[in-house]
């Protein structure tokens, strides 16, 4: 099973097999935004930075933006949330993902939180 790294502004980040990861919003996020009714995704090709703003996501309670959880080049999105972005709501850690990056500097995971962090990090919210 590939590992999964979180953020604190609650992104996750999944490992993949071919040396990719895949990023969204966290349940918790996506629980606190209520309702998802329009995303807003990076284009392939786009390179982004650790921490800067590279899409975002509506609800029908506000807008936020998601940031990119390490430096790299949008690979891939997730064109099925452009059709349905309650996908966020029914799978936000499945299916509901929002973007693929190659990363620039593939170690630079470990700066983020495991599964066990994040949850600790949730409790001290």
Same mark, same amino acid.
């Given at each position: 099973? !590939?590992?999964?790294? /979180?953020?604190?502004?609650?992104?996750? =980040?999944?490992?993949?097999?071919?040396?990719?990861?895949? =990023?969204?919003?966290?349940?918790?996020?996506?629980?606190?935004?209520?309702?998802?009714?329009?995303?807003?995704?990076?284009?392939?090709? @786009?390179?982004?930075?650790?921490?800067?703003?590279?899409?975002?996501?509506?609800? =029908?309670?506000?807008?936020?933006?998601?940031?990119? !959880?390490?430096?790299?080049? =949008?690979?891939?999105?997730?064109?099925?949330?452009?059709?349905?972005?309650?996908?966020?709501?029914?799978?936000?850690?499945?299916?509901?993902? /929002? /973007?693929?990056? @190659? %990363?620039?500097? !593939?170690?630079?995971?470990?700066?983020?939180?495991?599964?066990?962090?994040?949850?600790?990090? %949730?409790?001290?919210?």
């Amino acid at each position: 099973m !590939p590992q999964t790294y /979180f953020t604190k502004d609650h992104e996750w =980040v999944r490992l993949e097999a071919d040396g990719l990861v895949t =990023v969204g919003i966290t349940d918790h996020a996506q629980e606190a935004l209520g309702d998802i009714v329009f995303v807003e995704l990076p284009e392939s090709g @786009r390179s982004v930075a650790k921490g800067e703003a590279c899409a975002v996501v509506e609800s =029908v309670k506000a807008a936020s933006d998601v940031y990119a !959880p390490l430096t790299g080049t =949008v690979a891939e999105q997730n064109a099925a949330l452009t059709d349905d972005p309650a996908l966020v709501n029914k799978s936000a850690e499945a299916e509901g993902w /929002f /973007f693929r990056l @190659r %990363l620039a500097d !593939p170690a630079a995971v470990s700066t983020l939180m495991d599964l066990g962090a994040y949850k600790e990090y %949730l409790a001290g919210l």
